[in-house]
T-cell receptor, first 112, second 115 residues
Framework: DQQVKQNSPSLSVQEGRISILNCDYTNSMFDYFLWYKKYPAEGPTFLISISSIKDKNEDGRFTVFLNKSAKHLSLHIVPSQPGDSAVYFCAASGDSNYQLIWGAGTKLIIKP | EAGVTQFPSHSVIEKGQTVTLRCDPISGHDNLYWYRRVMGKEIKFLLHFVKESKQDESGMPNNRFLAERTGGTYSTLKVQPAELEDSGVYFC?????????????FGSGTRLTVV
């Protein structure tokens, strides 16, 4: 049973526009959420995170929104740049458990 | 500072053979994690070391998998005997403390193919 779901396997966005990547989760005990970015043949790289006590966290062009009632989070990238083309993973962690539970990833393609 | 190093980067073995993956964490990082991604699906936790001790091995799929961390430095993950469903990319990550993800530095992974 997949606890973290990224329902869009891929997303194509025009350069300069906003990219919105979505993630849903089922476990209400999750209290920390992270986004990772992965290029081919490389390991995941941490991008941005959010604690369940917040509903928004911003870092430069990247903003993560958390809707706890809907068990949904999203990553906004504005403006999208060619270097943003990668696979984006949503991950979650609960309480004192240091395991990360990951989604299957969304491949973002930024078109010039 | 050198990053997390994994080798080999690729391994192709026959079903029933043994393979050993190695991970060298960032020097001084007490926490070491193994994760696996199978067939483009989600990345799944395998286990977590704090120094040489296994803190959490709840993600290890079965007793064909054996992980060790000698002296709290590098770690090995042995699969014996390998099965077709073991194919995937095995990632190692390390952190200086039990950070909730943001402190993890991942290696580039070992792509294991069992034929």
């Amino acid at each position: 049973d997949q606890q973290v779901k990224q329902n869009s396997p891929s997303l194509s966005v025009q350069e300069g526009r906003i990219s919105i990547l979505n993630c849903d989760y089922t476990n209400s005990m999750f209290d920390y959420f992270l986004w990772y970015k992965k290029y081919p043949a490389e390991g995941p790289t941490f991008l941005i995170s959010i604690s369940s006590i917040k509903d928004k966290n911003e870092d430069g062009r990247f903003t993560v929104f958390l809707n706890k009632s809907a068990k949904h989070l999203s990553l906004h990238i504005v403006p999208s740049q060619p270097g943003d083309s990668a696979v984006y993973f949503c991950a979650a962690s609960g309480d004192s458990n240091y395991q990360l539970i990951w989604g299957a990833g969304t491949k973002l393609i930024i078109k010039p | 500072e050198a990053g997390v190093t994994q080798f080999p980067s690729h391994s192709v073995i026959e079903k029933g053979q043994t393979v050993t993956l190695r991970c060298d964490p960032i020097s001084g990082h007490d926490n070491l994690y193994w994760y696996r991604r199978v067939m483009g699906k989600e990345i799944k936790f395998l286990l977590h070391f704090v120094k040489e001790s296994k803190q959490d091995e709840s993600g290890m799929p079965n007793n064909r998998f054996l992980a060790e961390r000698t002296g709290g430095t590098y770690s090995t993950l042995k699969v014996q005997p390998a099965e077709l469903e073991d194919s995937g990319v095995y990632f190692c990550a390390s952190s200086p403390r039990q950070a909730l993800g943001y402190g993890y530095t991942f290696g580039s992974g070992t792509r294991l193919t069992v034929v």
